[in-house]
Structure formats: structure tokens, C-alpha cells
């Protein structure tokens, strides 16, 4: 079972931490699943892969197209793993279940830390992920780099 990681933005942007977390996903050679809680954030998303936050090439296609089982990255607000990925990263609210956790070789929770709404969305799925016995670790880059500052074993 995956382990889930909660990112508690506070001074980067999503783009910026999204585009970070995708570099290092993709060096494991791991396909991914972007999962948006808003379809109508996946034109954004997308724009922001390309446009780029990132130095590095962002392979990646919205769901819905022809090729999608083909796609290393994949933006989508549905819960079809059309790519085959490993790796699963939830954004703008998106959410998952213990079943689907199973499933994945990570799960990445990103959210902003500075509306209250996306913080307390956040500590309920930590409690019903972890109560379900799911390991996660919380990051939060309130000292102005990424530190854990909590960590439960499943």
C-alpha cells in the first residue's frame, strides 16, 4: 500500500511545487495520475506544465484524448487510471479512498495552506487515511523550506 504525503503549501505556488514533485516522480520512472478536484483547474494545470515552472520537460496530456494510456503524466479529474500510474498527486481538493491508496506506490495530497477551507479538508483525510491504517507524512514548508513535521505508520 502506498504511503501518502500531505504538502502544506505556504510560500510556493502549487505550480511551482507541483512541477517538483512531478521531476522527482518521473525519475523513478513511475507513470502519473494528476487528479484535480475542479475540471474546470485541468486547462490551467496544463498551461502551467508547458509554460513552465519547471527547467525540465513536463511530458504530460489531459484525460479524455486518444492517447492517454501512452501519457507518463496525465491531468484529469476523474478517478480512471488510464495510464497505468504509480503515482497519484491530489490537488485543488481532489480526494481518494483508502482502496484506491492501495493501488498506487504513492500518494501526494497538495494543498493551500493559507485557506482554511483546503487546511481543515486536509486534516480530515489525514485522520480517516491514517485511522484506515494508511502510513503518511505531513511537509510543511512554514520555515520557508520542507520539513516533516509529522509522520504516521500504518
Same mark, same amino acid.
Given at each position: 500500500?502506498?504511503?501518502?504525503?500531505?504538502?502544506?503549501?505556504?510560500?510556493?505556488?502549487?505550480?511551482?511545487?507541483?512541477?517538483?514533485?512531478?521531476?522527482?516522480?518521473?525519475?523513478? =520512472?513511475?507513470?502519473?495520475?494528476?487528479?484535480?478536484?475542479?475540471?474546470?483547474?485541468?486547462?490551467?494545470?496544463?498551461?502551467?506544465?508547458?509554460g513552465g515552472n519547471s527547467p525540465q520537460f513536463l511530458p504530460h496530456g489531459i484525460s479524455g484524448c486518444t492517447h492517454d494510456?501512452?501519457?507518463?503524466?496525465?491531468?484529469?479529474?476523474? =478517478?480512471?487510471?488510464?495510464?497505468?500510474?504509480?503515482?497519484?498527486?491530489?490537488?485543488?481538493?481532489?480526494?481518494?479512498?483508502?482502496?484506491?491508496?492501495?493501488?498506487?506506490?504513492?500518494?501526494?495530497?497538495?494543498?493551500?495552506?493559507?485557506?482554511?477551507?483546503?487546511?481543515?479538508?486536509?486534516?480530515?483525510?489525514?485522520?480517516?487515511?491514517?485511522?484506515?491504517?494508511?502510513?503518511?507524512?505531513?511537509?510543511?514548508?512554514?520555515?520557508?523550506?520542507?520539513?516533516?513535521?509529522?509522520?504516521?505508520?500504518?
Amino acid at each position: 500500500m502506498a504511503e501518502v504525503f500531505f504538502y502544506h503549501l505556504t510560500s510556493s505556488t502549487l505550480g511551482q511545487t507541483l512541477s517538483q514533485l512531478l521531476e522527482r516522480t518521473l525519475q523513478n =520512472s513511475w507513470r502519473i495520475l494528476v487528479r484535480t478536484g475542479d475540471e474546470t483547474q485541468l486547462a490551467r494545470l496544463d498551461v502551467q506544465l508547458w509554460g513552465g515552472n519547471s527547467p525540465q520537460f513536463l511530458p504530460h496530456g489531459i484525460s479524455g484524448c486518444t492517447h492517454d494510456a501512452d501519457q507518463p503524466i496525465l491531468l484529469t479529474s476523474t =478517478s480512471d487510471n488510464t495510464n497505468g500510474a504509480k503515482a497519484l498527486m491530489l490537488v485543488h481538493g481532489a480526494k481518494t479512498t483508502v482502496d484506491e491508496v492501495a493501488q498506487f506506490e504513492r500518494v501526494s495530497l497538495v494543498f493551500n495552506g493559507n485557506e482554511e477551507q483546503a487546511v481543515q479538508a486536509a486534516r480530515t483525510d489525514w485522520k480517516t487515511l491514517t485511522d484506515a491504517g494508511v502510513a503518511a507524512k505531513y511537509w510543511s514548508q512554514a520555515s520557508g523550506r520542507w520539513e516533516m513535521k509529522a509522520e504516521k505508520n500504518g
